[in-house]
Structures are given as C-alpha cells and as structure tokens.
C-alpha cells in the first residue's frame, strides 16, 4: 500500500511556530514517525510539504493512479481552499485529513474545512500522533 502525506503552509516550523498550539514536535520529529510508521505497518509512505497551493494542487493532481490513500493537513488552505478540495474530488483517491491542533476549539473562521468535504475522516487535536491515526485508517480500509 501506498500512502502519501501532504502539509501544507507553516507545518515545515512546527516546534518554532505557537508551541503552546502546536507544541514543540518539529518537523523533523513528525517525518521520523512517519518513518517509524512505514517499518512498523510495512507500508510505503511518501512525503510532501509545500507553502504554496499550487503546488499542493500539482502534487496530488501527481498522485493520480500512484498512491492508494492520502492523509492531508492544509494547514491555513484547510478554511480557503476550494483548489485543493477539487483537486482531491479529481484524483479520486481516499484521504484523511489531520489537524495537529483542535480546530474546533478555535477561532470561527477555523470551522470550516473545504478539504474536508472530501475527506472520509478529520483527526484533530492529537498532535502529531493524528499523522499515525489517519493511516491506520487507511491501511485498515484499504490496505
Ligand atoms: C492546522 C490548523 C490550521 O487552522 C492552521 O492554519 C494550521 C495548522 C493544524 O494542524 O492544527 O496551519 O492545520
């Protein structure tokens, strides 16, 4: 099986950016659980960050007939953009979206997700460990 695993703006300063939000995880500490993952489940993980959306958009348009499931957090995109839902809704392929933090518990512009209308599963609020949920997921379900 394989999965590929996108964030998107500011995920690439987690550990730096609002500690008391995001807590002190870095970037680094989420992509060696994304390692730990891939030997422990014997699944193959790809990894993808981007701060900009069209590259988001050219990376999952890429991953079209290639990757069996796609766990997601779009970061700030996650509340604006309709780009990336669409591009989810074109590639067809089943995706989990992640939120480190609980959106939930936050600012109302916060509440909406556009990725999420596609998405079969939202995790938040568990900090890097959703990354680990969303795809045991989708080994579950598809693997
Ligand atoms: C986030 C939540 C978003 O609202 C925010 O813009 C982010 C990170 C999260 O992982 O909690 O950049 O997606």
């Not at 992640?98 to 518990?105: E, F, K, R």
């Not at 999420?116 to 959703?130: D, F, N, P, V």
């Amino acid at each position: 099986m394989k999965i590929l695993v996108i964030n998107g703006p500011n995920i690439n300063f987690l550990g730096i950016r609002e500690p008391a939000i995001y807590g002190k995880n870095s970037y680094a500490d989420l992509l060696s659980l994304l390692e730990s993952v891939q030997q422990e489940e014997g699944i193959s993980l790809e990894h993808f960050q981007s701060n900009h959306e069209g590259a988001i958009v050219d990376t999952i348009q890429a991953a079209y007939q290639k990757f069996d499931g796609i766990v997601i957090n779009p970061a700030a995109y996650t509340h604006t953009s309709v780009a990336i839902l669409d591009a989810l809704k074109a590639v067809g392929i089943p995706a989990v979206e992640v939120h480190i933090s609980d959106v939930d518990a936050r600012e109302p512009f916060r509440q909406i997700s556009y990725p999420g209308l596609y998405c079969e599963k939202t995790i938040k609020g568990q900090g890097i460990a959703g990354y680990r949920q969303a795809i045991l997921y989708l080994k579950e379900k598809y693997g």
